[in-house]
Each structure stands twice: as structure tokens, then as C-alpha cells.
């Protein structure tokens, strides 16, 4: 023991000192602590302008719905509904392909026949998808549908990117058709089916690709994107129902003012902590050793035998 005091305890590999192996000094053990080492903060301005992608899509499910209950209502013509989505589609999809760059003329004949079997598809089962759920009862309709607009938004893409766990972009769509497809089953016409199927398509499903293109080039592109479409759903929704458009504007208030503040608020209590009870990592910025250093300390290493100076400093253990 009187050797052990004498002798001052370093943190080195390889090094034969008159400790165990699971030795800990009591006096430097939290010398090394540290706090939130790559924790990266965020300012109330930066979550609301990201939150703004939320509220974007909030907004493009409100106007799928109002579109719908237009045309069940009698107030909208399927041939309007397809006049005004068309070629908006077509002038966002030539925005998505300037903005991603590099597109060559197979590129565009390949989305060109993609777009045309899709079409195809959705004119030619129109009829038995409008007749698809007759059997169902509309409430079962109703209550499919909101699920579904559920799963659409808890697992859609809002810039996370797929590795996400609850991220599936091919089942964010699929819901949104499914939704679609109920909902058509109550308008009274095949041509309401497609022009209900053309509109969750476009406003669903290829919107949030032009989006994420906008966003990638053109800081708070979010903010100018949602505030428009925010707009147009209060002012479409405040038609239908006073009730429906206040709790529309409160989720939108809490989705882009509330969270950003209780999430800034939160951010106070994080506490991670990092020190020597970490595990050992190699220090990949550390200055490489010359020729004349590496090669006979490495050698001296094999032999049980070390270095003081060069290998030390190299083998040290590296906290994350």
C-alpha cells in the first residue's frame, strides 16, 4: 500500500503499474466528467420555422377534406376539382425536376408513362372503387378514414428521413389512399371517384416531394409554404364549420407555437454525462506518429514493454 501512494496512477495502456486492472484513483475519477458534449441546442425560431412542415401538411388533409365534402355537398364539380389540380401538378412536377437537376429526356418519358398508368388505372377503377365499401356503413367510412388520415400523419416523412423508426413513407401514402378510396365510396359518381383519387395524389402524396425539393434549396421556404396553405384551409374549413375551424386554428397554434416553446423549455433539463466509465474509444484526430516513433514503440508494445513518451500518448484512453 505504501508503494501504491508513492506511485502516482495513470490512465495509460499497456503501462505495468502496481495496480489491478479494474483500478479506479477516487481523486480523479470525476475530475473527467463532463456534461451534454455533443448535445446541440435549438432556439425557439428554429423549431417553429421546422414545425412549419407540419403545419403545411395539417393543412393539405384539411383541403383533401373540404374538397370532398364540397363534392358531396353539391358545391363542387369533379370537373372543377380536376381543372385546378392538373395543372398545378404539372407545373410542380417540371419544379421538382429543375430543382433536382440532372434530368434527361428518359427521365422525364419514364415519369411521363408512370403518370399515364397511374391515370389509367385510377379513370378505369373508378367505377368499382365508388362501389367498392356501398356494403359499409358510413359511420365504419368516417371512422376508416380518420384512422387512416391518423397513420398518414404519425408516419409521414416531415424531413427526418427514413431511418426514423416511425418514419415509412410507402405507408404514409398508402393510408392517404385508402382514405381517399373510402371517402369516394360515398360521392355519387365514378368521375367524383377519380377526381377525389386525383386530388389525394396530388395534394398527399407528390406535394410532400416538392416540398422537401423547395426546402433542400431555400431557407424558411417552410414558413412560405404554409403560411398560404394555412390560409386557404381556415378560410375553406370556416364554410363547413365554425367549430371544426377554431380547433383547426388552436392544433395549428400548438403544433408550430406550443411544442417549439415546451421543447426550448426542456432543453434546460438535459443532463447527459459523459466520464471515465464511458468505454474507451481511439482517438481518430490525434496526430500520427512519425516512422521513427511508430515503429519501435509498437515493436517494444509486443515485447511487454513500452515507451514512456511516444506510445502513451497514443494508447491513452479516449472518453467519448
Known amino acids: 500500500m505504501a508503494r501504491k501512494s508513492r506511485v ?4 495509460v495502456l499497456y503501462e505495468r503499474q502496481p495496480f489491478p486492472d479494474n483500478y479506479v484513483d477516487s481523486k480523479k475519477f470525476l475530475e473527467e466528467m463532463r456534461k451534454n458534449v455533443n448535445t446541440q441546442l435549438y432556439t425557439f425560431w428554429q423549431i417553429s420555422v421546422a414545425a412549419c412542415v407540419i403545419s403545411h401538411q395539417l393543412s393539405s388533409v384539411i383541403i383533401f377534406i373540404v374538397a370532398f365534402c364540397y363534392m358531396h355537398l353539391g358545391w363542387l364539380h369533379p370537373t372543377s376539382v380536376l381543372a385546378g389540380t392538373l395543372p398545378v401538378a404539372v407545373v410542380g412536377y417540371f419544379a421538382h425536376r429543375f430543382l433536382a437537376g440532372g434530368s434527361t429526356w428518359s427521365d ?7 403518370t399515364g398508368l397511374v391515370v389509367a388505372y385510377s379513370y378505369g377503377l373508378s367505377p368499382v372503387l365508388r362501389t367498392l365499401t356501398q356494403s359499409v356503413s358510413t359511420d365504419t367510412i368516417y371512422t376508416m378514414t380518420l ?3 391518423l397513420a398518414h400523419l404519425y408516419v409521414h416523412d416531415y424531413g427526418t428521413g427514413s431511418g426514423v423508426a416511425v418514419v415509412s413513407p410507402p405507408l404514409s401514402m398508402n393510408a392517404a389512399v385508402f382514405a381517399a378510396v373510402c371517402l369516394a365510396s360515398r360521392l355519387p ?3 367524383h371517384t377519380f377526381a377525389m383519387l386525383t386530388c389525394a395524389m396530388a395534394l ?3 406535394l410532400p416531394l416538392l416540398r422537401r425539393r423547395i426546402v433542400e434549396h431555400f431557407a424558411y421556404s417552410q414558413v412560405l409554404l404554409a403560411v398560404p396553405f394555412f390560409a386557404a384551409a381556415v378560410c375553406a374549413l370556416s364554410t363547413l364549420t365554425a367549430v371544426g375551424t377554431a380547433g383547426f386554428v388552436l392544433l395549428q397554434a400548438v403544433v408550430v407555437i ?3 416553446h415546451i421543447y426550448c423549455q426542456m432543453q434546460n433539463f438535459k443532463n447527459n454525462i459523459h466520464g471515465p466509465w464511458d468505454e474507451a474509444l481511439p482517438d481518430t484526430n490525434a496526430a500520427p506518429l512519425t516512422p521513427e516513433e511508430r515503429v519501435p514503440a509498437f515493436d517494444e508494445a509486443l515485447n511487454g514493454t513500452v515507451l514512456a513518451g511516444s506510445l502513451d500518448a497514443v494508447l491513452a484512453f479516449h472518453p467519448r
Open 8 to 11: 502516482a496512477w495513470s490512465k
Open 108 to 114: 422525364y418519358v419514364d415519369d411521363l408513362k408512370s
Open 147 to 149: 384512422v387512416m388520415i
Open 189 to 191: 359518381s365514378p368521375w
Open 204 to 206: 398527399l402524396v407528390f
Open 258 to 260: 406550443g411544442c417549439p
